[in-house]
């Protein structure tokens, strides 16, 4: 039994990539390209198919993942309870996280914890909220930063207000405004974050019953913000999204009524994470209700 070929099985799943589960696991792509044949190969089975898409699980991989899911948890329960017979704090805990998390809270919560840890390796895994979500219901990451409200299968807690900021062009006629109400950007060229990125955003525009008027629609943060410094439509993001890139040629002006995202972390269950898990859960509230990240 290959523990090995199944962890890197688990994450190409997870990920949907195999590039990326090289980045991940800090191999080479074809190393995991090799591992996942070389299992195939061992099973008799196909388990996954692969095309210019990506990837996607054959019957067979839906029925041998369930198993090899359960596999890796119990060993990473034997080894936690082998380390706790000698006394050692180790284990394994895999975060999912957001770009602006792990661009402003990560590092920090990251450097306290291994400084007081440090044989407890903490694996990310980087998505959308959707992605999060069901990384952690699908039992790939052990707890994750999300955007509340989760799914009622989850436990969260809240952790964080960030206010929503709309962006606009430098020397926009909407400039002139303190705040900014959506009947003013109705008719504006609207700049969309992806399905998966877009939670806040739409939720803002459904609870003012306006619809945008949608011209692009992008994935990532900085392509929206180069978009809009270009006039080429205006946007709505984050303020702790906003705070970690460089703004000066933009135009950032709070929503009338002031509206937030509400950020919070989520689990399966809180009282039944690993021990190293639950002392990564404990780190990241201490270090947000003290502010030392903020």
Known sequence: MNLHKYQIFNTVVALGSLTKTALTLNLTQSAVSHAISSLESELGLTLLIRNRSGIR?????????????ELLQVN????????????????????????????QWLPQI????QEQYPAIDIQLL??????????IIDGQADLGFVHLPVASTLQSITLYQDQMLCVLSAHHPLEAYDHIELEQ??????IMPIAGCDTDVQAIWKQAHLQPSIKYRLEDDHAIMAMVKHGLGVSILPKMMLDSMYTHDLCLRPLAGEHYRTIGMAATS???????????????????????IR
């Open 185 to 190: 950007l109705v008719q504006e060229p609207f």
């Open 270 to 292: 809180f009282t039944n994470l690993s021990p190293a898990a639950q002392k990564f859960s404990e780190c990241i509230q201490s270090a947000l209700q003290i502010k030392a």
């Open 76 to 103: 990473d329960q034997l080894l936690v309870e082998v380390d706790a017979i000698k006394g050692l704090e180790t284990g394994t805990v895999t975060l999912g996280t957001f770009s602006s998390v792990s661009i």
């Open 126 to 135: 980087d998505g959308n909220y959707d992605e999060i979500e069901n990384w």
């Open 110 to 113: 990251m450097q306290q914890f």
């Open 57 to 69: 699980l054959t019957d067979s991989g839906e029925r041998i993942l369930k198993k090899i899911k």
